[in-house]
């Protein structure tokens, strides 16, 4: 049996409000990241701004040391809401399932508002990228029921940690 394989992340919190002392979702995923034995390399809030958000994301993703962008806000229908959009263009493949399975699972907990939820993920330079909506309701249910298995190394059949692993880091 092997080891676990820990995971450099990076946190995007998008919002036109928030900021790190009242950053509910962001600090919920940074303990979730290092509860589940990864690392949270990085970490910033940006407003809701599409080039912007393509900024830190560009940076990130090129970054061979992360691994896994976990971004929260900026996934709804308000006319600044822009995530989808705003990653779209980065992304090499999308996970199309995540959003899917996201809204499947909120159904049972906030009803047809689900619908209003745009949330995202994709592969772009052996980095996933995940884009939750920014409440931390959402972010949890994000977390707990898809995310963390996924980025298990043991969990079976298969998990995004094994192949995320083989990119190499930085010396």
């Given at each position: 049996m092997t080891d676990p394989i820990s995971l450099g992340c990076a946190i995007l919190t998008v919002s036109d409000t928030r900021t790190a002392g009242d950053d509910t979702s962001g600090n919920l995923l940074a303990e979730s990241v290092a509860h589940a034995g990864h690392v949270c390399l990085k970490r910033d809030i940006v407003p809701c701004n599409l080039y912007?958000?393509?900024?830190?994301?560009?940076?990130?993703?090129?970054?061979?040391?992360?691994?896994?962008?976990l971004t929260t806000g900026a996934t709804g229908f308000a006319p600044e809401d822009c995530m989808p959009e705003a990653v779209a263009p980065l992304f090499d493949k999308e996970i199309a399932g995540f959003g899917e399975l996201f809204r499947h699972l909120s159904h049972g907990e906030i009803g047809t508002s689900t619908l209003q939820s745009r949330a995202v993920a994709g592969y772009a330079n052996d980095t996933a990228?995940?884009?939750?909506?920014?409440?931390?309701?959402?972010?949890?249910?994000?977390?707990?029921?898809?995310?963390?298995?996924q980025l298990d190394s043991e969990c079976k059949p298969c998990n995004f940690a094994t192949l995320l692993h083989r990119r190499p880091t930085a010396a």
């Open positions: 912007q958000i393509r900024r830190v994301m560009s940076d990130w993703i090129a970054d061979p040391d992360v691994h896994v962008i990228i995940f884009c939750m909506p920014g409440s931390t309701h959402a972010c949890r249910t994000a977390w707990t029921q898809i995310i963390r298995d």
